[in-house]
């Protein structure tokens, strides 16, 4: 029995980069010789041999040799072994395709075996802003899409592939890669068509609502939660009607309810529902959030703070108007949050909300 280490963990060893999450080739053993081997193994896989071992997943190859097996991995930057005395076998493209810095499916079947492997080739162009997506990686993205083989993938496994994307360097790839091969329905659906819509009048805006918001997703970029309200922030205006192009008005109030089919479809964390919800219907508010009313500040204040989204709210505004409230709008919240009903204020259900508020606005007034 050889245990090679696999795939991206070696890719990143080659590129000087911390290896973190770490799977392992099984090879010359059965699946029952590793588990006597190994009896804390635990075994994951249904229709192929997978173990989970200390964090660490194992599997056994996809073919009689090391070479072909090889063939049936994602791309050829991730077709790559390191034996336990260091040899290193590759894809016959790995190492030139690592150095020449290009995104290549491992064969042409690669993206069928794993449809899900389409939306990890698009985070992969995300994670890696410096490698170039080769034409015949798009032709297989869409060749996925066009046989529907998308369409029955589990939501969780696509989530996890999402929330990877929000945390790369340069996210706004994601978006722009699934576009690009054709990928967007049946997961991205509100997208659809949002490369052929400007995203504002031309004084304003000089792009598309897709390019748009991939641009606030890359300005965004080192907190995830603060990418994913920066992709769900413009959805209304995919569905601005044709004849008020190029504005959008009430697009936050479209879109508010586009950001949670979204997020339910993808069976995105509970955070990232409501968050979304609130960066579609609230972004405008927190972009002119210094000539709001006192009243206005403390209803913005208390949905985020309800949202737990905040920091992430001004982030956002930041980087989508270039106005920074984020300091003003985190010490009103403190602020406000040290006010308390007076005790004949109390218990009155409705009234008491209303007479809360009110002192809340008061305060920022004061402050003001």
Avoid at 224 to 247: F, I, Q, S
Avoid at 320 to 348: T, W, Y
Avoid at 352 to 358: A, D, F, I, P
Wanted: proline content about 6%; charged content about 30%.
């Amino acid at each position: 029995m050889r245990i090679y280490l696999a795939g991206g963990a070696v890719r990143d060893l080659l590129l000087g980069r911390t290896a973190t999450d770490k799977d392992y080739l099984v090879f010359g053993a059965e699946p029952d010789e590793f588990m006597r081997t190994f009896p804390k193994a635990r075994r994951v896989g249904k229709s192929f041999s997978v173990f989970i071992l200390e964090g660490s997943e194992f599997v056994f190859p996809r073919g009689e040799t090391l070479e072909s097996d090889l063939l049936h991995r994602d791309l050829t930057i991730n077709a790559m072994l390191l034996g336990p005395d260091g040899e290193l076998i590759c894809h016959k493209n790995a190492l030139q395709d690592l150095q020449n810095k290009v995104l290549r499916p491992a064969s042409e079947e690669s993206l069928l075996e794993d449809p899900l492997r389409t939306i990890r080739a698009a985070r992969f162009s995300a994670t890696f802003p410096e490698f170039t997506v080769l034409p015949e990686l798009i032709d297989a993205m869409r060749e996925t899409a066009q046989r529907g083989l998308l369409d029955d993938l589990p939501n969780d496994r696509i989530a996890r592939e999402v929330i990877k994307a929000l945390g790369s360097s340069r996210p706004g790839n994601f978006l722009r890669t699934l576009a690009s091969a054709g990928c967007l329905s049946p997961w991205f659906t509100e997208f659809e068509g949002a490369d052929e819509t400007p995203a504002g009048p031309p004084k304003h805006h000089d792009s598309s609502v897709l390019e748009h918001t991939c641009r606030i997703m890359d300005a965004c970029a080192g907190d995830e939660l603060t990418v994913w309200m920066a992709l769900c922030h413009d959805l209304g205006k995919t569905v601005t009607p044709k004849e008020e192009l190029p504005r959008h008005i009430a697009h936050e109030k479209r879109g508010e309810p586009l950001a949670e089919k979204l997020a339910l479809r993808l069976k995105m964390p509970n955070r990232y529902v409501l968050a979304g919800t609130i960066a579609s219907r609230q972004h405008m508010n927190a972009a002119r959030y210094g000539d709001m009313k006192p009243g206005s500040r403390v209803t913005l204040l208390e949905k985020a703070r309800k949202g737990r989204c905040l920091r992430e709210l001004f982030e956002l505004a930041k980087a989508d108007h270039g106005v920074d409230f984020r300091e003003m709008a985190q010490k009103e919240c403190a602020a406000i949050q040290s006010v308390r009903l007076p005790p004949e204020a109390q218990n009155l259900g409705e009234e008491s909300g209303k007479r809360l508020h009110q002192l809340r606005a008061e305060k920022i007034m004061r402050e003001l």
